[in-house]
């Protein structure tokens, strides 16, 4: 009997370690590489938690993907969420059928993006013999976890930028190092961060500075360069500024962009005085750009407190044409409000500040 009870122990045993392995063989993420072959992740997560499975109630999504009026073949297509804060996550991914269809099953109540993204031959009569262009579509879906959704996927083709960035002023050649640097389009709005969830729209440049950024989704962005010891002293895309703003960029564009990076800061500094000539201690003195649509840029208007013997200075101004005013007796709800501008501007003198040299402007305040 105790070799009869001693062999059930043994099987039991045995069980429990299959069981155990079996659950992590299930559990392990396995590791998808996405069909353009720009990353690689782990596999999607259902629900945002961290385990596989739905979290609640979940119901099936289904769409279609559709190009130029007929159906696209060998989409592949994202399940994307984008988080209140702002993140973007990989839910699911799935390949499209034939007729262009796909299916996402067992998913939650939520609000997710769908990306579709495929490429196609440049030159339809040779196919596979030359270069491909990228196609993207974007669609949002809410899914309340208990009735089936569907959505309809229009492809477009993806916009490319291209352009150059150059240093002023004009320093050696020698002492530029381009190689270090990466143009990159950072998401803003919900659409540009779903697309760009499991990529980047970014580029390396040049020797000289020139740069191709070859595929870029739908979606509101900002251009930057990083990382670099300069500071970047104006963006232009299309020739319109874009320095710290966001712009929006539609489907098939061919855009062209500007960034000029300086090694020295602009600066502009000088003295506070009173009509008597005395010096203003510890008032607040403010510079903005003279141009109402570049007001948005957060370094084109700032506000600084003179010190103890009336100085102020302002440091980073992007190149341009500013006013430069004393700014006591504002309340903070009025800071960057039109009200604000129109009241500076008549007591203000304008200044030119570019190529980083440092520039003084002293100031008088009137009736004190």
Do not use: C
Not at 52 to 76: D, Q
Not at 301 to 318: E, H, I, M, W
Request: hydrophobic share 40%; aromatic share 8%.
């Amino acid at each position: 009997m105790k070799a009869f009870f001693g062999a059930l122990v043994g099987l039991a045993l045995v069980a429990i370690a299959w069981n155990y392995w079996a659950l992590q063989r299930v559990a392990a993420p396995a590791n998808v590489t996405n069909v353009t072959g720009r990353f690689q992740s782990p596999g999607p997560m259902r629900g945002g938690s961290g385990r596989r499975g739905p979290a609640g109630p979940a119901t099936n999504v289904t769409g279609v993907v559709r190009m130029a009026g007929g159906v696209s073949h060998s989409a592949h297509v994202e399940l994307v969420r984008v988080a209140p804060e702002g993140a973007a996550r990989l839910y699911a991914s799935a390949e499209a059928l034939g007729d262009g269809r796909f299916t996402f099953a067992q998913v939650t109540a939520d609000r997710y993006w769908a990306v579709a993204r495929t490429e196609v031959d440049a030159d339809p009569m040779r196919p596979g013999e030359g270069p491909t262009q990228a196609f993207y579509g974007v669609a949002e879906i809410v899914s309340d976890g208990a009735q089936s959704a569907h959505v309809a996927i229009q492809l477009h083709p993806a916009t490319t930028m291209s352009g150059r960035v150059t240093v002023e002023p004009a320093s050696s050649a020698a002492g530029r190092n381009f190689s270090l640097l990466t143009v990159s389009l950072r998401p803003v709005d919900a659409q540009a961060k779903a697309a760009t969830a499991t990529g980047e729209a970014s580029a390396g440049l040049a020797t000289d500075g020139r740069f191709t950024i070859t595929e870029v989704p739908p979606g509101r962005y900002k251009l930057d360069v990083s990382p670099s010891s300069w500071t970047v002293d104006a963006i232009a895309v299309a020739d319109q500024d874009r320095l710290d703003r966001p712009f929006q960029i539609g489907t098939g564009e061919r855009l062209t962009a500007r960034i000029t990076l300086t090694e020295r800061p602009n600066q502009v500094g000088g003295t506070l005085r009173n009509t008597a000539g005395r010096p203003l201690a510890f008032s607040l003195v403010t510079v903005f750009s003279v141009d109402g649509a570049q007001r948005e840029a957060h370094r084109r208007v700032q506000l600084v407190r003179t010190d103890a013997k009336g100085v102020f200075r302002f440091d980073g101004l992007p190149s341009g044409d500013y006013v430069l005013a004393p700014a006591d007796g504002f309340t903070p709800e009025l800071w960057r409000t039109v009200p604000f501008f129109e009241r500076l501007t008549p007591a203000g003198v304008r200044v030119t500040v570019g190529h980083g040299r440092p520039a003084t402007h002293d100031l008088k305040l009137t009736g004190q």
